[in-house]
């Protein structure tokens, strides 16, 4: 079975300043069509998750572009360019060969 | 817009079944399937199965199969989630999302199920 891991586990950023969020899997997830099934999830405080990024680096429609995905096979990032009040809540990575997500990273303002 | 609207919360006593059913609207549900993923009090999130609104092709979590049945009513575009012999630990919220080509895109809103003697 595919093992997804984040890190951090916890994050405390200052308003306007970077984030990073690493997420890794103990496969590939590279399918045989071509494409790479990881996405990023963001779950802000009461409410349900939402799609961030597809597909490892596709933003889904309306998320700003201070959000971006990157990497490959088994190791991948998500990087926010200047964190904002807004963007604080639980970010779940999920790999969809054999669907599981991340166990979280959550995120906080300093 | 796209929205899936799901069912009021549930208490039930261990050994029941639950039901939960997501209403959806703004698209053409025969397009897409459906994803159901919980949350425990405090944890995270667990995939618990897809069907395909189109033919009723489904796929189920390992852990949960023989206790998970889900299926489809296409002239009302509405999804249902059966867990049975519920257990203390399926005290969660249950969200259904929309899927395309594997991306879970929107969500519902989340209805709790608290399994409790």
């Known amino acids: 079975d595919i093992v997804m891991t984040q890190t951090p586990l916890s994050l405390s950023v200052t308003p306007g300043q970077p984030a990073s969020i690493s997420c890794k899997s103990s496969?590939?997830?590279?399918?045989?069509?071509?494409?790479?099934?990881l996405y990023w999830y963001l779950q802000k405080p009461g409410q349900s998750p939402q799609l961030l990024i597809y597909?490892?680096?596709n933003r889904f429609s309306g998320v700003p572009d201070r959000f971006s995905g990157s990497g490959s096979g088994t190791d991948f990032t998500l990087k926010i360019s200047r964190v904002e009040a807004e963007d604080v809540g639980v970010y779940y990575c999920?790999?969809?060969?054999?669907?599981?997500f991340g166990p979280g990273t959550k995120v906080d303002i300093k | 817009q796209v929205q899936l609207v799901q069912s009021g919360a549930e208490v039930k006593k261990p050994g029941a079944s639950v039901k939960v059913s997501c209403k959806a609207s703004g698209y053409t549900f025969t397009s897409y399937g459906i994803s159901w993923v919980r949350q425990a009090p405090g944890q995270g999130l667990e995939w618990m199965g897809w069907i395909s609104a189109y033919n009723g092709n489904t796929n189920y979590a390992q852990k949960l199969q023989g206790r998970v049945t889900m299926t489809t009513d296409t002239s009302t575009s509405t999804a249902y989630m059966e867990l049975r012999s519920l257990r203390s630990d399926d005290t969660a919220v249950y969200y259904c999302a929309r899927v395309k080509h594997r991306n879970l895109d929107y969500w519902g809103q989340g209805t709790l199920v608290t399994v409790s003697s």
């Open positions: 597909e490892v680096s």
């Open positions: 999920m790999q969809s060969i054999q669907p599981l």
């Open positions: 496969q590939s997830l590279l399918h045989s069509d071509g494409k790479t099934y």
